[in-house]
Structure formats: structure tokens, C-alpha cells
């Protein structure tokens, strides 16, 4: 790639030294708008929310060790679920990779000094943040037992717990995802560098921008629904309530109209990642460029006209279920698409397993799994049997934890060096990684069996049959914590300790590596000119 | 942040980001683009969770949004068509650089908004003399020629007609305060009158802001004051 200096505007960009040497004061943190440090804001602030979910998660799992409910009673039972899955979602996946990667890797990937909106972009971590407040808020008051997904009539006329400071923190936290997924798009739009067009786009970049656009277009709804939940609770408008015409249905639609498409916001980026990983480590082009793009596309646009099939017992009419299932079997074809695409890639590749490679690799596995076996559910009849049981719960777990936080963890380790500048220890890298991809099979694979023999979901005691299974999936959770615990053990001491990475330890493509490690304040010390396509791989 | 926006000549140098003003413009624009994208789907719900239920009870919403005051409605639509044309000639005003046009087109559009929420606020204090506003537990009377069509009673029904009408004039109506707060600012940078091309790319984007209210408007006034019995 060749290069061309700034005329006029030389003086306002000509900054020698990296991100972080700007200083360590709270002030400097608190009020940057440096894409790259409020890139590492989200990420100290989800990685808190991570393990503050884990726990409830682990405290689930050691329940269920035993048939008997002896450990936590129904009440803290249901409240765990609902904050495991409140916290998780909306405080971890979704801003997980976009927030943190993304915001920190899109404008220099496009070869862009910082975001369009840098302030915007700063503003979205303190709505995330003050979103955060009242979630934790609602804990303090006593939890809220509604699952994650605030099902009416039960949220708005039943529960006794604190939905009302949950809803208005996810509420909150809402408009964070639509300010980041606003800069992620007119970034893409118009930061572009001379010569970066959209063919030449990494397709991580395509997957943050699909990503953006979908939480553009989704989360208001998901806002309007918060808020009506709200008025519910607090007014009784009727909405959800057939006392008064109302129809607790419509929630539902709603909810998942916004819901589902999540489900993209979350995977998506993720197979960005593993796109651009996969490519580094087998030393090959991405196999079918246009292919994957039209993929990502074609996945965020199916995703906003499939979100009946989680209703299909619900009692919506068969044909909404028939053709809900249809276009939900229609997903599975993009997604194929990019599955084959990366195993073609691999063909005739000179592989090397480092970390970030082991991480994509599991990545493939895990989304496999998770994937085919949405297909059993996106089948009417099946679904009868296999809805809200275990087996639910194993196969979005498959895809939220085995595909969108492993391809987190695989582009932290991948961008590490960058981010930080200094190399972790790979020993420690590899055993972390193989415990995740261990843990997460041991947990979640019982949970498929579990579930077909018809335990259901979010019980907190079963019968004595089901205890071999539950035992494997408690154990399975304690090799995934290892997992997740020494990353943030290595890769902290890595901080200080690890050797000096060098702009580009993986000899990667890509512009993000044709500048220092960490990267001078605007990026770029030249305004890069792009000349060729991404995966320039021989 | 260190924007490095000289005034002396009058024209503004491009924020650090963005290599000139021309990206700086196109930036901001779509910006306000894709925003309006995510107010369109804030409606949409609305308007989406509106027409399933006014299909379901037909007869008594119909009945119900009879008791709107249709013509206080119209008066509004009027109002609100006119404050888009002012507003568009406040941003050709400003795109030829013409300082008194455009602050006299800014303080019209002003006037026809605010007078839009007066008669808004009139509006809603009329129905709610007329014990027809069943929010915060105030009373709510609503008598009807029509029997029963489904389970529950007709007055019941109603109450949902209202209660989905004051949310979606309510929303509106925060919306119009947002809009006439943006036009505030804009007309007092308007007056100083520094750097009257920042003054003209902001104006556009503030203009796509106070179209799309006036859209919503449309909507409102249709499904809502129209579709009477």
C-alpha cells in the first residue's frame, strides 16, 4: 500500500506518540473521545457486567448439582435466571464486539482518523453506563423474576419484583446501542480512505456494519415496548391487558421484533472476526469475498422477518408458523455460506495454531452445533415438543457463548497487540482457549440430551433421572470459568509485563497493522491510500 | 474535544476527524438520516400495535375517535404543514446567506409549532374536562350507543382508544419541544451570525428533524382523528 502525507492540515494530526501516552488521569479517560480509549471504557465496563452474570450463572449450575431445590429457594432461583440473562444480554453481548473491537479497530480498518461522531461516541458509554445504574439498582431492590424477556401479562399485572428499574435500564442502555450503531454507519459511509471502497472492505467491517444498521432499526422498538411495559405497570394503559381489549400477544411480537434481530447484533461481528482470523493464520484470501458479504447482509435482513418462531406455541395462527418457519429455514442458508466459505479458506492453507486461530477453529465448531440445531427448532412440529425446554437453552447457548463470546475472546487475543502493544503469554493463551472450547461442550452438550428427554427450562429442581446430565453441565461451568479467569490473569500481567508485539506481530493484512503498536492518537501518522482488495495473503 | 474551527474569514475549518467540509456536511446529514431511521421504527411500533387493535375493536374505536375534536385537528395539520414551509424557506434563507430571512423564517416556524402545542394542550385539556383522559388514575366517562362486540365492555375498550391516543400525541408532542428547543438554538446562532455556512449545514440537518415531526403528524392525524365513524 502506498502513502500519502496531509498538505494543509499536517499540524492537527502530526501526533507523535500512542493513544495511552496522553495520560493516565481520570480526566483523561472520562472525557476522551478517542475511538480507542472509549473502546477500552466498554471494554472494563462489560467485562465487570461479564463476570457480575457468570456469577449468577455459576450460582445456577451449583443448584442444579443436586435434584432437590436445597441450595437457593424458587424466588432467588428465578430472580438469578432473569439477572443472568438481563445483564448478559443487554450489558454484555451486545455492545461485547462492536463496542469494544469494533469501536476501537472500524475507523482505523477504513483507514479513518476517528469515529464521524466522536462526542456520539462518547455519550453512548455514559448512557451504557447509567443504563447499568438502575439494572444494578434493580438488583439491589430485590431482583425481578421475569426472565429476561418481561412476558406480559406476568411483568405488567403479576410480578412483585422490581421490573420497573429493570425495564427502564435496559430501556436506557437502548440508546446506547442506537448511537453506536449511527456512528458505525455514516462512519462506514463517509470515513473511508482514498481508495477503500466497499469492495475492498475487511469483512469485519461489513459484519459491524450490518450490525449497526440492524441496531438502528430495532432497538426503538424494543424502546417503545420497554416504555409500554412501563406505562402498563405504572398507568394500566391496557395495551398488553385483555381486561381491556389490550392483547398480551402483541408483547411478544414486539419483544421478539426487536429480540431476534439482537440474536444478529451478537453473532454477526462475531463472524467478522473469525473471518479476519481465520484468513491471518491459514495465510489465505477469504474464500468467496462476495459471497460472505451478500452472506451478512442477507443474515441482517432475514433476521427481522423470522422473530414468530419463537412463538410458535404461543397460540399465534399456523400460518404466521408456517411461514415464520420457512424464512427461518431460509437463515440457514447465508449462515452455510459463510461456514463453507471459512473451511474453504483453511483448504490448502499453511495453518498455525496460535490462540486467536484456536478461538476461530472453536468458533466453527460451536457455531456449527448451535446452528444445525436451530434448524430442529425452526421446524413447527419438533418445536412442540423441544420449546422451552433444555434444549432451548443449549442451542442458544451454542451460538451467544460458543460463537459470539469465543469470537470475542479469539479478536481479543488476535487485536491484543495492538490494543496494548505488548504479547501475552501464548502457553497460557492455548490451555485458556482449549478450556473454553472443553468447558463449553461439557456445559451446554448434556443440556441438547436434557432437554429432548424433556426437562424445561429455568427449574430449579428435577427429578433424579436427569442428575448425571446436570452433574456433567455443572462440571462443564467449572472448566468454562477457568477458561475465562485466566485470560484476565494473563493478559492484565501482559500489561506490563509481556514483550513489545511491534506493529504487526501475525503479520497480518489489513490497515489497523500498517500503523504502530499501540496506534499513534489519530491512527495513522500518514493518511493511508488503499490499492487492493483486503486478505492480500500469499 | 479541539475543534480547530477558525472564524476569520467566515468559513469553518472541518472538525479533526474529517479531512474537509464537504465530508464534514455529508456526515452530519446522513447522520440525521439514519437517526430519523431509529424515529421511524419508535413510531412504527406505535403505529403497528395502533392498526392490530383498531382492526380488532373496528366499531368502538371508531366510535371513540369520534369524540376528537376533529376540528381543532385539522386547525393543528394546518398549522404544522405551513411551519414545514417556513422551515424551508429558513433553510434557503440561510443557504443564500440572508441574516434577517432567516431569522424571521426561524421565529415563523417558531410561532406555528408553539401555537401547535397550545392548541394541542387545549385539546387534551378539553377531554380531560370531559373525564375522557384515563391516565393517572383520573376519571374516565365514557357512555356508548353500541352493544358489547366482544368481551369486554365497550367502555373499557375506549379507554384502550385513549389511552393509545394520548400516547401517541404525548410522544409527538415531546417530540415538537425537541424540535422547537433545536430551532432555539439555531435561531440565536442565527442572530450572531458567525460563520454562516456552519449556520446553513446545521440548519439542514435541524430542517430533515422538524420534517419528520411534521410526517409523524400525518400519520397521527389519519389513523387517529380520520378513521371515525
Known amino acids: ?538 | 474535544m479541539p475543534t480547530s474551527n477558525s472564524g476569520r474569514s467566515g468559513e469553518s475549518r472541518p472538525e479533526v476527524q474529517f479531512d474537509d467540509m464537504e465530508q464534514q456536511r455529508h456526515a452530519g446529514l446522513l447522520g440525521m438520516w439514519v437517526f430519523l431511521l431509529t424515529e421511524l421504527l419508535l413510531f412504527g411500533a406505535i403505529f403497528a400495535s395502533f392498526a392490530i387493535l383498531r382492526v380488532r375493536h373496528g366499531a368502538v374505536f371508531a366510535e371513540a375517535a369520534g369524540h376528537l375534536d376533529l376540528s381543532l385537528a385539522a386547525v393543528n395539520t394546518a398549522l404544522l404543514l405551513s411551519s414545514g414551509l417556513t422551515m424551508a424557506l429558513a433553510e434557503l434563507s440561510a443557504g443564500a446567506r440572508l441574516r434577517r430571512a432567516t431569522i424571521g423564517w426561524l421565529q415563523a416556524t417558531m410561532a406555528l409549532g408553539a401555537l401547535f402545542l397550545a392548541i394541542k394542550g387545549f385539546e387534551w385539556y378539553s377531554e380531560f374536562r370531559h373525564q375522557l383522559m384515563p391516565v393517572l388514575g383520573l376519571p374516565f366517562h365514557y357512555s356508548s350507543a353500541l352493544a358489547a362486540p366482544g368481551e369486554q365492555p365497550v367502555a373499557a375498550v375506549a379507554e384502550l382508544f385513549f389511552n393509545l391516543y394520548f400516547i401517541a400525541t404525548g410522544l409527538h408532542a415531546v417530540h415538537m419541544l425537541v424540535g422547537l428547543g433545536i430551532l432555539a438554538v439555531m435561531l440565536a446562532l442565527a442572530r450572531r451570525w458567525r460563520r454562516p455556512d456552519r449556520i446553513d449545514r446545521q440548519l439542514r440537518i435541524a430542517g430533515l428533524y422538524w420534517a419528520f415531526i411534521d410526517v409523524v403528524w400525518i400519520f397521527i392525524f389519519t389513523c387517529f382523528y380520520l378513521l371515525r365513524a
Open chain 1, 1 to 538: 500500500m502506498t502513502s500519502v502525507v496531509y498538505s494543509e492540515n499536517e499540524d492537527r494530526h502530526a501526533t507523535p506518540e500512542d493513544y495511552l501516552s496522553g495520560g493516565w488521569s481520570i480526566r483523561s479517560w472520562l472525557l476522551t473521545v478517542d475511538h480507542k480509549r472509549i473502546a477500552w471504557l466498554y471494554a472494563v465496563s462489560i467485562t465487570l457486567f461479564f463476570f457480575f452474570g457468570s456469577a449468577a450463572a455459576l450460582l445456577m449450575r451449583l443448584e442444579l448439582i443436586t435434584p432437590a431445590g436445597d441450595l437457593l429457594s424458587p424466588e432467588s432461583y428465578n430472580r438469578l435466571f432473569s439477572l443472568h440473562g438481563i445483564v448478559m444480554v443487554w450489558f454484555f453481548l451486545i455492545p461485547s464486539i462492536p463496542a469494544t473491537l469494533g469501536n476501537f479497530l472500524l475507523p482505523m480498518m477504513v483507514g479513518a482518523r476517528d469515529m464521524a461522531f466522536p462526542k456520539l461516541n462518547l455519550l453512548s458509554w455514559y448512557v451504557y453506563t447509567l443504563g447499568g445504574i438502575f439494572t444494578i439498582a434493580a438488583v439491589i431492590a430485590g431482583g425481578v423474576d421475569t426472565g429476561w424477556t418481561f412476558y406480559t401479562p406476568y411483568s405488567t399485572l403479576f410480578s412483585n419484583s422490581a421490573v420497573l428499574a429493570a425495564a427502564v435500564g435496559v430501556f436506557i442502555v437502548g440508546f446506547s446501542s442506537i448511537l453506536t450503531g449511527l456512528n458505525f454507519v455514516v462512519t462506514t459511509h463517509t470515513m473511508r480512505a482514498p481508495g477503500m471502497t466497499w469492495g475492498r472492505l475487511p469483512l469485519f467491517v461489513w459484519a459491524n456494519y450490518a450490525t449497526a444498521l440492524i441496531m438502528v432499526l430495532a432497538t426503538p422498538v424494543l424502546t417503545v415496548t420497554l416504555l409500554l411495559i412501563g406505562l402498563e405497570r405504572t398507568l394500566g394503559i391496557g395495551i398488553f391487558d385483555p381486561a381491556l381489549g389490550g392483547d398480551p400477544l402483541l408483547f411478544q411480537h414486539l419483544f421478539w421484533f426487536y429480540s431476534h434481530p439482537a440474536v444478529y447484533i451478537m453473532i454477526l461481528p462475531a463472524m467478522g472476526v473469525v473471518s479476519e482470523i481465520i484468513a491471518c493464520f491459514s495465510r489465505n484470501p477469504i474464500f468467496g469475498y462476495t459471497g460472505m458479504v451478500l452472506s451478512i447482509m442477507a443474515i441482517a435482513l432475514f433476521g427481522f422477518i423470522v422473530w414468530g418462531h419463537h412463538m410458535f406455541v404461543s397460540g399465534q395462527s399456523l400460518y404466521a408458523g408456517i411461514l415464520f418457519s420457512f424464512f427461518t429455514f431460509l437463515v440457514a442458508v447465508p449462515s452455510a455460506i459463510k461456514t463453507l466459505n471459512w473451511t474453504a479458506t483453511l483448504f490448502r492453507g499453511r495453518i498455525s495454531f496460535d490462540a486467536p486461530m484456536i478461538y476461530a477453529l472453536s468458533f466453527l465448531e460451536l457455531f456449527t452445533v448451535g446452528g444445525l440445531t436451530g434448524i430442529f427448532l425452526a421446524a413447527l412440529a419438533l418445536d412442540v415438543h423441544l420449546h422451552d425446554t433444555y434444549f432451548v437453552t443449549a442451542h442458544f447457548h451454542y451460538i451467544m457463548v460458543g460463537g459470539a463470546v469465543t469470537a470475542y475472546m479469539g479478536g481479543l487475543h488476535f487485536w491484543w497487540p495492538k490494543l496494548t502493544g505488548r504479547m501475552y503469554s501464548r502457553g497460557w493463551a492455548t490451555t485458556a482457549a482449549l478450556a473454553l472450547l472443553i468447558g463449553l461442550n461439557l456445559t451446554f452438550y448434556p443440556q441438547f440430551l436434557l432437554g429432548y428427554a424433556g426437562m424445561p427450562r429455568r427449574y430449579h429442581s428435577y427429578p433424579d433421572d436427569f442428575s448425571i446430565l446436570q452433574v456433567l453441565s455443572t462440571l462443564g461451568a467449572g472448566v468454562l470459568a477457568l477458561g475465562y479467569l485466566l485470560p484476565l490473569i494473563y493478559l492484565s500481567w501482559s500489561l506490563r509485563r509481556g514483550e513489545k508485539a511491534g506493529p504487526n506481530p501475525w503479520d497480518a493484512q489489513g490497515l489497523e497493522w500498517q500503523t504502530p503498536s499501540p496506534p499513534p492518537v489519530h491512527n495513522f501518522r500518514e493518511t493511508p491510500e488503499v490499492n487492493e482488495g483486503p486478505y492480500a495473503y500469499k
